[in-house]
T-cell receptor, first 117, second 114 residues
Framework: QKEVEQNSGPLSVPEGAIASLNCTYS??????FFWYRQYSGKSPELIMS????GDKEDGRFTAQLNKASQYVSLLIRDSQPSDSATYLC?????????????????FGQGTILTVHP | DAGVTQSPTHLIKTRGQHVTLRCSPI?????VSWYQQVLGQGPQFIFQ???????GRGNFPDRFSARQFPNYSSELNVNALLLGDSALYLC?????????????FGPGTRLLVL
């Protein structure tokens, strides 16, 4: 089982629709959760972070977290063609190496979203 | 404020060669992490450094090494390059290390090994 899994894409939605992106994680000690957007040929750009159960809204984006179900989602309302990109789910959990701890960020494989006019 | 910067942007090497990639974190950030992203996959964790010490290492061979300097910039070194090392190498910085920290990515270095 992969540590972080995202719904297989690609996902295609019409302009103005709601795009729903899903992510599950396997390690219950995971503490913080992130959604990054990556345009083709570019580096990941942070969209949202979420730390506690429930919804977090930022403009057209809503992140949802359910730690009991080990599930994170991202909703994009009023999708625009400029939202077309790969969306990466990332999970930060404690890790230990040689007696010191650090936050280890683990990514899913990404979901390609295409918003067509 | 400047974001994370990386150099070079692109690099072409041949098998068996050595490569050094460089990263400067956001001003005030003391933690730097390195990731490898091959086409069609999410970034894979290679190293994390905090206050010039290695805090964590991913599942990569010993050909990969890194270090962090007193000004918190960092280098990633890869020896004896293989074709499979062709990837986008990403550097990310955060103020400190920990499970609550958000990591901000630089533009990446695209490495092609021939």
């Amino acid at each position: 089982q992969k540590e972080v899994e995202q719904n297989s894409g690609p996902l295609s939605v019409p302009e103005g629709a709601i795009a729903s992106l899903n992510c599950t994680y396997s390690d219950r000690v995971s503490q913080s959760f992130f959604w990054y957007r990556q345009y083709s040929g570019k580096s990941p750009e942070l969209i949202m972070s979420i730390y506690s159960n429930g919804d977090k809204e930022d403009g057209r984006f809503t992140a949802q977290l359910n730690k009991a179900s080990q599930y994170v989602s991202l909703l994009i309302r009023d999708s625009q063609p400029s939202d077309s990109a790969t969306y990466l789910c990332a999970v930060n959990r404690p890790a230990n190496a040689g007696g010191t701890s650090y936050g280890k960020l683990t990514f899913g494989q990404g979901t390609i979203l295409t918003v067509h006019p | 404020d400047a974001g994370v910067t990386q150099s070079p942007t692109h690099l072409i090497k041949t098998r068996g060669q050595h490569v050094t990639l460089r990263c400067s974190p956001i001003s005030g950030h003391k933690s730097v992490s390195w990731y490898q992203q091959v086409l069609g996959q999410g970034p894979q964790f290679i190293f994390q450094y905090y206050e010039k010490e290695e805090r964590g290492r991913g599942n990569f061979p010993d050909r990969f090494s890194a270090r962090q300097f007193p000004n918190y910039s960092s280098e990633l070194n890869v020896n004896a390059l293989l074709l499979g090392d062709s990837a986008l190498y990403l550097c990310a910085s955060s103020p400190v290390t920990g499970v609550w920290e958000t990591q901000y990515f630089g533009p990446g270095t695209r490495l092609l090994v021939l």
